[in-house]
């Protein structure tokens, strides 16, 4: 099972990247997907969770009206189109999925890292002022 992350760059403040996240080895197709993020010396932390159909999402308050999560079952990918990017948006992007397919959106704990089972190799985003 394998993650692949791709899309990120260098772009200035007030710009726009998408991220896409393709998976392979199996169907993530009835699994929560998220983005998180790392900044150096920071830890990871949360960005944006989606439930299976899309139908919820999720988002940490510093990114919303920004950045918008969705996905493609059908072609088993994993968006995150980040818009209005700011300096602090800077860092090494990761994509991740719960492994279960039965666990439902509201029964997960979305937000934290010890929800997903697999994780992307990380893209870097960075922002320059």
């Known amino acids: 099972v394998q993650l692949q992350a791709s899309g990120g760059g260098l772009v200035q403040a007030g710009g726009s990247l998408r991220l896409s996240c393709a998976a392979s080895?199996?169907?993530?197709?009835?699994?929560?997907m998220g983005w998180f993020r790392q900044a150096p010396g920071k830890e990871r932390e949360f960005v944006a969770a989606?439930?299976?159909?899309?139908?919820?999402?999720n988002y940490r308050d510093s990114v919303k009206g920004r950045f918008t999560i969705s996905r493609d079952n059908a072609k088993n990918t994993l968006y995150l189109e980040m818009n209005f990017l700011k300096p602090e948006d800077t860092a090494v992007y990761y994509c991740?999925?719960?492994?279960?397919?039965?666990?439902?959106?509201?029964?997960?704990?979305?937000?934290?890292?010890?929800?997903?089972?697999?994780w992307g190799q990380g893209t870097q985003v960075t922002v320059s002022s």
């Open positions: 991740a999925a719960d492994k279960n397919p039965r666990r439902t959106y509201i029964e997960a704990n979305y937000y934290s890292r010890g929800l997903y089972d697999y």
């Open positions: 080895g199996r169907t993530f197709s009835t699994n929560v």
């Open positions: 989606i439930s299976w159909s899309g139908g919820m999402t």
